[in-house]
């Protein structure tokens, strides 16, 4: 299929705010020799229609970005403004170093207000020499991403509603693929824009429950009712060791691991 019809996701971290393993810490799944075991912080990049997106730049993103050999970037979603998914940020300077045009951001009004408070040398004082370029937007509604490298057409991105705990933030839908982080609620209202997809990514914090994520039954349940055609789950603890949880799964459902890519419809 064509470029225009494809699109290709690679999961950049799945582990949850600690990362996996976490410091300190010899438990099984902190000791795994299954690499699938290693989680860096939650992050995702988007490659459709020929433009590069991430969604989240958390602590571990300059590391991600040298393993996947990330060399062009357009845009960035953030979900929320919690630091595993946000400090990552300075790291995107060397995207600027051949190509000086501005970065769209895109966040919810309450993630974006707090994401220019905390980076205000980058998003209200842009002159200092070799910053960022980044540019903050407010959405509430869908938007449409577009090229800094040259003159693609635009791609749509369609914000989803979700609870984290009390917190409302956003997961994203691109095309027939959805990222749905740090979630323990989704309203009436959200699961309406999750219809048809082909691959969605959920977050499955640990088997246990927990105020601001789902757990993995949780998380299935969710994805059953969704049904998407293939489920990924992430943002996983230390409580979760990726081939036992893996197998216990429902078919079309996996957890997902870092360095994880698929490719579904735009
Ligand atoms: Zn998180
Ligand atoms: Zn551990």
Same mark, same amino acid.
Not at 56 to 63: H, I, M, N, Q
Not at 135 to 140: K, N, W
Not at 181 to 188: F, G, N, V
């Given at each position: 299929m064509s470029e225009a019809s494809r699109m290709r996701v690679t999961l950049l971290g799945t582990g949850t705010s600690t990362g996996v393993p976490v410091i300190g810490c010899t438990c099984e799944?902190? #000791?795994?020799? /299954?690499r699938r075991d290693h989680r860096t912080r939650s992050s995702c990049y988007v490659e459709a229609g020929g433009l590069g997106i991430v969604i989240? #730049?958390?602590?571990?993103?300059?590391?991600?970005? $040298?393993r996947e050999r990330l060399t062009r970037v357009d845009a960035v979603l953030f979900t929320h403004h919690h630091f595993d998914h946000v400090v990552g940020l300075d790291d995107l300077r060397p995207f600027f170093f051949a190509n000086r045009r501005p970065m769209p951001c895109y966040a919810r009004a309450n993630t974006a207000s707090v994401l220019v408070a905390m980076f205000g040398y980058i998003f209200q004082d842009g002159s200092y020499p070799?910053?960022?370029?980044? &540019?903050? %937007?407010?959405? /509430?509604? @869908?938007?449409a991403v577009p090229d800094r490298y040259g003159n693609r057409p635009p791609v749509p991105v369609q914000p989803v509603e979700v609870y984290h705990g009390d =917190? @409302?933030?956003?997961?994203?839908?691109?095309?027939?693929?959805a990222y749905l #982080? /740090? #979630?323990?609620?989704? @309203? &009436?209202a959200s699961f309406a824009l999750l219809h048809d997809l082909d691959v969605l990514? $959920?977050?499955?914090l640990r088997p246990e429950p927990h105020r601001t994520h789902f757990s993995i039954d949780q998380a299935v349940a969710v994805a059953e009712r969704i049904g998407a055609r293939q489920t990924y789950f992430v943002h996983m603890s230390h409580?979760? =060791? %990726?081939? &036992?949880? /893996?197998?216990? =799964?429902?078919?079309g459902m996996a957890l997902g691991y870092d360095g994880l890519t698929f490719e579904c419809r735009r």
């Open positions: 799944v902190c #000791t795994s020799a /299954d989240d #730049t958390g602590p571990d993103f300059r590391g991600q970005a $040298l070799g910053v960022a370029r980044l &540019e903050m %937007h407010a959405v /509430d509604g @869908p938007f =917190l @409302p933030m956003y997961g994203y839908r691109i095309g027939r693929f #982080t /740090d #979630t323990s609620a989704i @309203p &009436e990514v $959920l977050d499955a409580n979760v =060791l %990726h081939a &036992e949880a /893996d197998a216990r =799964l429902p078919a």
